[in-house]
Each structure stands twice: as structure tokens, then as C-alpha cells.
């Protein structure tokens, strides 16, 4: 389960796909040229101007696997993935957890929210090119690709998030897990700046067990 809750989402399609896997140059935060320091300027404008998301997503496993679901987006500090059945699975992020759901299995796991790369996207507000979990930045033809790390005390990457360009839009990430393995989930159709419930953050809970009738 601990799987789902690294690797919260990124997505797939050849286009999105294609760069997303190369390495852009690892330098210290204070050491960005002007042109990619602009390039982080503007995902921070678009990130600290986005409080709330909805969106569909597509999910690639390091084996293959896919899964599919929608996503929510609170800020600060909020987000639910809802996966699409076969899936069992749930996902919230609140009060600084996060909780996995097997609804098969009945289970509810939580990791905190540090140990994951969600903060890039559930902080208040951000300012990327200070921030040193960005190890690089690169410009490609129609994209900005970001590295980053999901603790300061690691020396690689292990998430690269995606945006369109010119016009900034957040549209996957890829997260390698300890064992080498990507999962790279993509977003569609993004709904920025709705409403959404506060019901869909609840910290989510087993099913009660049902009493045997014991004859």
C-alpha cells in the first residue's frame, strides 16, 4: 500500500510522456540561470494561484500496471484520490497524514505527509527556485520539467513534475520508489478553482465488522 502513497500521480500519454524521463542538470538552488529561474518564477505564480482542483488521472505503475481515478485538491495541505474500481483503494491527505484505504481489505494505513512529494503541490504558497527540494529545472518544447527530492537529505531526484508552456498547467509527475521503479500519473481534464466539500477530506475510516450470529 505504501506504493499508492508515494507515488500519487502523473500522466500518461506518449506526448506527456516524452522528456520526462530525461535528466535536466542537478545544482544548488542559488546557482539557476536567469532563464530557469524565470521558469520557476511562473510555476510558483501558478501554483501559489491555484487554492483548490479537481481532475481525472491516469495512473502507470512500475510494472505496468494502470489504474485510474479522480483527483481532489484543498490547499493548504489537502488532496483525495478516489481510484476507479477494481481498485480498492482511497487516498486522503489531511492534517499533515496521509491515509490509505483498502476498502477489500479493510485497512487504513497513514505515513506522514513529509515523507512524501506532496508538499510541492499542497503548501500555501511556494517559491521554487529557494526551495531545496528542486535539484533542476528545464525548458523543453511545450514543457517545463522540474526535479525535485522528496527529502533534503537525499543527493537525486525522485519526482519530476511536468507543467504545459507557455501557459502553465500542472499535467504529471513520475516518482521513483526505493526500489528503482517509476510510477508516472497524468492529469486530465483539471477543473481549477471549484468548490469541493469538505466531506471528501475526512480522515476515512474501517467498515465496522459485522457480529457473527454464533447458533
Same mark, same amino acid.
Given at each position: %500500500?505504501?506504493? #499508492?502513497?508515494?507515488?500519487?500521480?502523473?500522466?500518461?500519454?506518449?506526448?506527456?510522456?516524452? /522528456?520526462?524521463?530525461?535528466?535536466?542538470? &542537478?545544482?544548488?538552488?542559488?546557482? #539557476?540561470?536567469?532563464?530557469? =529561474?524565470? !521558469?520557476? !518564477?511562473?510555476?510558483?505564480?501558478?501554483?501559489?494561484? %491555484?487554492?483548490?482542483?479537481?481532475?481525472?488521472?491516469?495512473? @502507470?505503475?512500475?510494472?505496468?500496471?494502470? !489504474?485510474?481515478?479522480?483527483?481532489?485538491? &484543498? =490547499?493548504?495541505?489537502?488532496?483525495?484520490?478516489? #481510484?476507479?474500481?477494481?481498485?480498492?483503494? +482511497? @487516498?486522503?491527505?489531511?492534517?499533515?497524514?496521509?491515509?490509505? =484505504?483498502? +476498502?477489500?481489505?479493510?485497512?487504513?494505513?497513514?505515513?506522514?505527509?513529509?515523507?512524501?512529494?506532496?508538499?510541492?503541490?499542497?503548501?500555501?504558497?511556494? !517559491?521554487?527556485?529557494?526551495?531545496?527540494?528542486?535539484?533542476?529545472?528545464?525548458?523543453?518544447?511545450?514543457?517545463? @520539467?522540474?526535479?525535485?527530492?522528496?527529502?533534503?537529505?537525499?543527493?537525486?531526484?525522485?519526482?519530476?513534475? %511536468?507543467?504545459?508552456?507557455?501557459?502553465?498547467?500542472?499535467?504529471?509527475?513520475?516518482?521513483?520508489?526505493?526500489? /528503482?521503479?517509476?510510477?508516472?500519473?497524468?492529469?486530465?481534464?483539471?477543473?481549477? /478553482?471549484?468548490?469541493?466539500?469538505?466531506?471528501?477530506?475526512?480522515?476515512?475510516? =474501517?467498515?465496522?465488522? &459485522?457480529?457473527?450470529?454464533?447458533?
Amino acid at each position: %500500500m505504501r506504493r #499508492y502513497a508515494l507515488c500519487l500521480a502523473a500522466l500518461c500519454s506518449t506526448v506527456l510522456l516524452g /522528456g520526462a524521463g530525461q535528466q535536466a542538470p &542537478q545544482r544548488l538552488y542559488q546557482a #539557476y540561470s536567469d532563464q530557469e =529561474k524565470a !521558469d520557476l !518564477d511562473k510555476i510558483s505564480g501558478y501554483l501559489n494561484g %491555484m487554492h483548490s482542483l479537481r481532475a481525472g488521472f491516469i495512473q @502507470i505503475g512500475p510494472q505496468g500496471g494502470v !489504474d485510474q481515478g479522480e483527483v481532489a485538491i &484543498q =490547499k493548504p495541505g489537502q488532496i483525495r484520490f478516489e #481510484y476507479r474500481p477494481p481498485s480498492p483503494v +482511497s @487516498i486522503v491527505a489531511t492534517g499533515g497524514q496521509v491515509y490509505v =484505504k483498502n +476498502s477489500k481489505l479493510n485497512t487504513v494505513d497513514n505515513y506522514d505527509l513529509s515523507d512524501t512529494p506532496l508538499g510541492l503541490l499542497l503548501n500555501e504558497t511556494v !517559491d521554487l527556485k529557494t526551495n531545496k527540494a528542486v535539484l533542476g529545472v528545464v525548458e523543453q518544447e511545450g514543457a517545463i @520539467i522540474v526535479r525535485a527530492r522528496t527529502s533534503t537529505n537525499r543527493n537525486n531526484s525522485n519526482i519530476t513534475l %511536468m507543467f504545459t508552456a507557455p501557459n502553465i498547467e500542472l499535467r504529471q509527475w513520475t516518482v521513483k520508489d526505493a526500489q /528503482g521503479g517509476n510510477t508516472t500519473v497524468a492529469l486530465r481534464n483539471l477543473q481549477p /478553482g471549484v468548490t469541493l466539500a469538505p466531506a471528501i477530506f475526512a480522515v476515512p475510516a =474501517k467498515a465496522p465488522r &459485522q457480529a457473527s450470529n454464533n447458533r
